[in-house]
């Protein structure tokens, strides 16, 4: 047996990498073709764009198109730019209509408009209707490859249509059984397919009350309920029980996969589409804007700091101690928003709990204040030997880090309210207030008790 | 049909907790009988303790081993601390073998005693299989009810075979073949099965290159493999190629998930597995240490101050503007840290182009901290009506921010050579760095030139 452990893949990538730089391309073109095109996209994702080009020229025709749709969106958007129109539209017109779907937004008008000329009417109304949805629903999720039955026939004639078939879409694991409205009545494990006697109706076999979702629902509940229900396929309906396509697991791994990217990336005002080896021009420029929105949010702080500079001038000690208030601040108003953040996406949190919720992460956030205020007092004493000093920072951490925890917890549901990405922009929101707030009340309270 | 719309799961877990709020346990029974294990799991987790071990007393026998299963590690281990052990071990023991072996290291001896006496002898050794390797392994992963068949048989014959079975496990989409040794040799779609002639042979329709995994392999490999090759099912095997067991994509979906949980909460010091109803001073202790640590660097960041604290008294302005450097290191080198930890873990950074991405990263660092070291050396003139101190707050920002991008792409590469997971102690580390380097650099260019 071959080299198919998954890991064997990595180490034939890095050494196609290797000897490609030693010897160049005639040396790694047999090997090439050893690759899955899941793993020429690694390939190509893990390589300079001047490499990236020529290797590109070297895959096969029919293994074009699969590696498009597994690469990223940086990547492939220059790969779409260099290639060739017709080249591109062949590749393209090979995929399944859901996949044509996937790359249709990132093609030149020219490749979409040879693209749909060549696939035949069927397919052209199919591709159709899944971009009529938007791509982070599941009709924009879905394929339209769904295999129907009725519910009167024997198991033996969906066998000899399957046989017919020859070949059914991957990840059939169920087949849909639709009345002759089309309409969804329920679904058939392939496994009870096998295991059923000829003779038997479909219908006893049938499981009424399936996992369904429907065109417009967002493709995060979709992976939840593939997640929650351990599904490897579902139907898609329209609102009026209509079947329409299906969607399969591994889409959903890639739902959840580019969330959970999203989600690291996006906190650090990262793109997670964009790919490595850009042009440092362009990864400077997609960094600055979040670094510029960090700069404004400093700047308040300093503003505030500003405002007492004579307390500052009298007692120094006040700016040595005072990046410890709001980073204390900081840190425990972002371990409320990550719980927070995290609860409303799981469901755990909701309006029934909500409250609560908020009691608690406040009663949390100053309960700790307490506990690292009366040891940052205790350290100021010993080091300033100034005990209303030491009273003053204690009190200050008190109030910045209840009131960071407290707005920590409102912030996800609030920003959510008003349509703003909590993942996003709820950080930096929260490190402004934390900052604001303990300088406010560090070099407030000193100015009004020790100067 | 009945509602089966995961959303609608999601109302009427809602309307179970405002009913079960109104009127008691008695109004909600008859609702919790139509909930999925998986959901009746979500509805503990998102009720307070007191509420949950009166529901949990009204679930079903044959659903609470289930619902063991799906809950979160804080949540559970507080409702098998509070049931009856006998009670306990029939819910569990009613589980499939690799549930069982999931469920163990939480168990009371008590119950795993009983549970062990109860099972079969067969079953017992599966259980010491599985136990056998670590939990975030191929091999602790695994199921071990791998349907296997020989290559000379007929699809006929194993038509039959599977008809004895009756039922297939689920997630069966392909069967394994082995020869007499119980080595692995390929694998046969049921698709396949479904549409292929009676008097086939096996071995015309196996592939004999399948995706499989060692027994050893780290669960994350296993997860970039699925999601890779986007598999339903692998087998699992010995390093001699001995077939063990199989994985399912709904362990792998669970372990993507958490792993993106883990992520996400360790990078603000949160424990994922934490029950967010767990008392008080429970939440407070576990989130008391991350804030030790940082009130520890942040200290580190107060001595370097300390040492300048007559430079400061000549001129305050410094106090005021001290804190942009550091905020604007801290945010570049997360920039860069995060982008090496993901391309670690995705596998596009590897030893073969780790320098040029350190040097990228460097650079993209020092551009942005030029066009931001402008911005701010012109609002610091035009603020304090001084040039000097806009040229040093200047040049202070680019060194910061050039070394905290430098430091923050290392920094994961020499954390993981030393064992030391970056996503949990990166961020810490590298604040610490952005702060002294910025400090240090901002108030000594300061104390050399200004005063």
Same mark, same amino acid.
């Given at each position: ?132 949805? *938007? ?20 198991? *033996? ?76 396929? *579902? ?217």
């Amino acid at each position: 047996m071959a080299a198919t452990n998954p890991d064997n893949a990595e180490d034939l990538i890095e050494q196609i990498i290797t000897v490609y730089g030693d010897d160049g391309i005639e040396a790694v073109v047999t090997l090439l073709d050893e690759l899955h095109p899941a793993d020429v996209a690694h390939l190509l994702e893990s390589i300079p764009p001047e490499d990236r080009l020529e290797i590109w020229q070297h895959i096969d025709d029919d293994r074009r198109g699969e590696t498009l749709v597994e690469l990223n969106e940086g990547v492939r958007n220059t790969l779409i730019s260099e290639t060739d129109i017709h080249a591109l539209a062949a590749a393209v017109h090979r995929l399944d209509t859901d996949e044509i779907a996937d790359l249709i937004p990132g093609l030149p008008d020219e490749v979409i408009a040879e693209v749909l000329f060549n696939v035949s009417l069927e397919e052209r109304e199919q591709l159709n209707e899944v971009l009529s949805y *938007a791509e982070d629903t599941a009709g924009g999720l879905m394929d339209i490859d769904a295999v129907s039955i009725r519910p009167r026939i024997t198991v *033996a004639v969906v066998r000899r249509y399957l046989r017919i078939l020859a070949s059914l879409p991957e990840y059939t694991d169920k087949l849909f059984v639709v009345n002759r409205n089309n309409e969804l009545t329920g679904t058939v494990l392939l496994s009870d397919l096998v295991t059923a006697d000829d003779e038997q109706r479909i219908s006893e076999i049938t499981n009424t009350e399936p996992r369904y979702f429907t065109a417009e629902q967002d493709e995060l509940e979709v992976a939840n309920g593939f997640a929650r229900y351990n599904l490897v396929s *579902a139907p898609v309906v329209t609102e009026d029980m209509h079947l329409i396509g299906r969607i399969t697991v591994d889409d959903v791994v890639d739902v959840i996969q580019d969330e959970a990217d999203y989600r690291m990336m996006a906190s650090a005002g990262l793109d997670e589409e964009q790919d490595i080896f850009a042009p440092v021009t362009q990864i400077t420029r997609s960094r600055a804007v979040w670094l510029g929105i960090n700069l404004i949010t400093a700047l308040v702080a300093s503003v505030v700091i500003g405002r007492f500079q004579d307390t500052i001038g009298q007692l120094v000690a006040l700016a040595v101690l005072m990046p410890i208030v709001a980073s204390m601040g900081g840190n425990t108003g972002i371990q409320s928003l990550t719980v927070v953040i995290r609860g409303l996406a799981v469901g755990t949190i909701s309006a029934s709990n909500a409250r609560r919720i908020f009691f608690k992460e406040m009663l949390v956030g100053s309960l700790n204040g307490l506990i690292w205020a009366l040891a940052t007092a205790m350290i100021t004493v010993l080091w300033f030997d100034d005990l209303q000093l030491g009273i003053i920072i204690g009190a200050a951490m008190i109030i910045t880090m209840t009131s960071a925890s407290l707005f920590g917890a409102l912030l996800p549901v609030l920003m959510t309210r008003y349509g703003i990405d909590p993942t996003l922009a709820g950080g930096v929101a929260l490190t402004t207030v934390a900052d604001v707030v303990g300088f406010l009340s560090f070099l407030g309270l000193a100015a009004v008790f020790l100067t």
